[in-house]
């Protein structure tokens, strides 16, 4: 079944999370397996971050790379929370952008 990953990382920064992605990418975890959706918004001192994965152990596995790289670049994870999805609906691409 899938989820909904959301994250809200105190003092999340532009610069912290685009390290986070620079660190997943050399680490093979870029674009993890399961993963559907990565979205992240906010303001840039204090940004968010939900994802939508194909499972629990699909994001499982992910975390095994993500943790210790948040751990290293002193990003507290902050309150983790894990929703079952109900229901996708994929809307229609009109602005051009890669979903």
Not at 33 to 59: M, Q, T
Not at 79 to 96: P, Q
Request: glycine share 10%.
């Amino acid at each position: 079944m899938a989820v909904v990953v959301r994250f809200a990382s105190p003092g999340l920064t532009e610069e912290k999370y685009e390290e986070t992605v620079k660190k997943l990418q050399a680490a093979g975890a870029g674009s993890p397996p399961g993963r559907l959706y990565h979205v992240c918004f906010g303001d840039k001192a204090n940004l968010r971050v939900s994802d939508i994965w194909e499972s629990r152990e699909s994001f499982n596995k992910f975390s095994e790379a993500l943790v210790p790289i948040l751990t290293e670049l002193g990003i507290e994870p902050g309150d983790v929370e894990v929703f079952d999805v109900h229901n996708i609906i994929a809307g229609k691409n009109v602005s051009g952008a890669t979903p």
